[in-house]
């Protein structure tokens, strides 16, 4: 009984000092728009916030390349450079997850989703712990957010 308390209270205390929703990795929002559709709406909502766009990788071109078939899959890269200095600075390994990116993919019936890194799970995976920094992935997740609900919308 004792060993089964000293346990539940060592699991409250671990998750006490959980600041962020790092429950959810990767955030998928459904649309009721295509892919090209719904790219088009990401690029326009980037150009209005002022993001710099980097590229498009489209996963099922470069796959029929090889003579391989997968379905429609495109990543768009984005980013802003000041804010993603500023991540850098709070640990250098952030540099593996910038600039940002979405996926866009459709599956057999049609339908399209948008998916993105939850960006409150970059302090798990870099130990960001300064309030600064986690401010900062906050309104990183907010933005992202925002932009996958503006490529969602009809």
């Known amino acids: 009984m004792i060993q089964k ?58 796959a029929r390349k090889f003579g391989l078939r997968l379905k429609p899959e495109t990543v768009i890269v984005f980013g802003n450079p000041e804010i993603g200095t500023k991540l850098m600075t709070c640990n250098p390994s952030m540099g593996l997850d910038l600039p940002l990116r979405m996926l866009f993919i459709t599956n057999y019936e049609g ?7 939850n960006p409150e799970y970059w302090s798990l995976k870099h130990n960001i712990k300064d309030k600064t920094c986690l401010a900062i992935v906050r309104q990183a997740h907010a933005a992202m957010q925002e932009l996958a609900e503006k490529a969602a919308a009809k």
């Open 5 to 62: 308390l000293l346990l539940a209270g060592l699991v409250a205390l671990a998750l006490a000092g959980c600041e962020n929703n790092k429950s959810v990795f990767i955030e998928r929002i459904k649309t009721k728009n295509d892919m090209p559709t719904a790219i088009a709406k990401l690029r326009a909502a980037l150009k209005s916030k002022g993001l710099t766009y980097v590229e498009t990788i489209d996963h099922a071109k470069n």
């Open 111 to 117: 339908e399209t989703s948008i998916l993105y890194t």
